[in-house]
């Protein structure tokens, strides 16, 4: 794609997916039949790895995949 785009078209096409991202992820917990530290952890390591890959496309960070990986990690938590 690069060789037919110019970055600030590629950042364009990319800008949302982050956002989309995350809400497919943070709604797929519904889904889950179990949930423990190691699913949590997993599931931290592969967001930060899908952050990776889509900054090195649009070249800044995806702050709702942050926002995910917090709310993943807020499932292991206790109620109190």
Known sequence: MSTCLQPEKTKYIFEGIGDMIGKILMSSVQYMQRIDQ????????HIYTLQQSIASITMSREISLDQARRYFHLLTLSPE
């Open 38 to 45: 190691s699913d949590v952890n997993k599931m931290g390591r």
